[in-house]
């Protein structure tokens, strides 16, 4: 059973990157797509980006060029980085897995911008 | 974009009774690519339906979806108590995959 464990940086100044990682768990990158999801009280779950086994990848454009996602098939895991973090990017972000819709989820990680 | 809106907002109900859930999306979405999630408090989603009406592995027969072009529906036959919790629609036919904003199930 696929399992997906996320970590990474939760505190944040205004500027700053935000890493994440997800390592996936019983299974393979070699299929389906990856994917960032967050959830900020105000605006609900929002889809961030993604990426397939090929290292193919899309992104929301309303983070237009500050995202980027990679996989690390070495490790098997797959990354987040945000650039130019404000306190809109405030949220619980997850990793998860997409194939007929979002099947697999991480524990999700508080990222906090401030000051 | 696809635009998705959730109706209502929040569904006051007492467990046992039936539950439905709208999800109206501003364009048709393709091969039924609509999924629906439970999400409780200080939890991760939870996949519920996908391809509009398939039941994700473990997904109790009470749950049910139907609808195809751009109006989908979650049924819950009958309210269990830990049914209570809110519900996502999202559309995964093409990018971005856009998410409704949500209806809360209530106890009455």
């Known amino acids: 059973q696929v399992r997906l464990q996320q970590w990474g940086a939760g505190l944040l100044k205004p500027s700053e990157t935000l890493f994440l990682s997800c390592t996936v768990y019983g299974g393979s990158l070699n299929f389906d797509f990856w994917s960032w999801v967050r959830q900020t009280p105000g605006k609900g779950l929002e889809w961030i980006a993604e990426v397939d086994y090929r290292g193919t990848t899309n992104n929301n454009p309303s983070l237009r060029s500050r995202i980027s996602v990679s996989l690390h098939t070495s490790h098997n895991q797959f990354s987040l980085k945000l650039t130019s973090v404000t306190a809109a990017d405030t949220a619980v972000y997850y990793c998860a897995r997409l194939t007929d819709g979002l099947d697999v989820w991480g524990q999700g990680t508080t990222v906090t911008v401030s000051s | 974009e696809i635009v998705l809106t959730q109706s209502p907002g929040t569904l006051s109900l007492s467990p046992g009774e039936r539950a439905t859930l709208s999800c109206r999306a501003s364009q048709s979405v393709s091969s039924s690519s609509l999924a629906w999630y439970q999400q409780k408090p200080g939890q991760a989603p939870r996949l519920l339906i996908y391809g509009a009406s398939t039941r994700a592995t473990g997904i109790p027969d009470r749950f049910s979806g139907s609808g195809s072009g751009t109006d989908f529906t979650l049924t819950i036959a009958r309210l269990e108590p830990e049914d209570f919790a809110v519900y996502y629609c999202?559309?995964?036919?093409?990018?971005?995959?856009?998410f409704g904003q949500g209806t809360k199930v209530e106890i009455k």
């Open positions: 999202q559309q995964y036919s093409i990018t971005p995959r856009t």
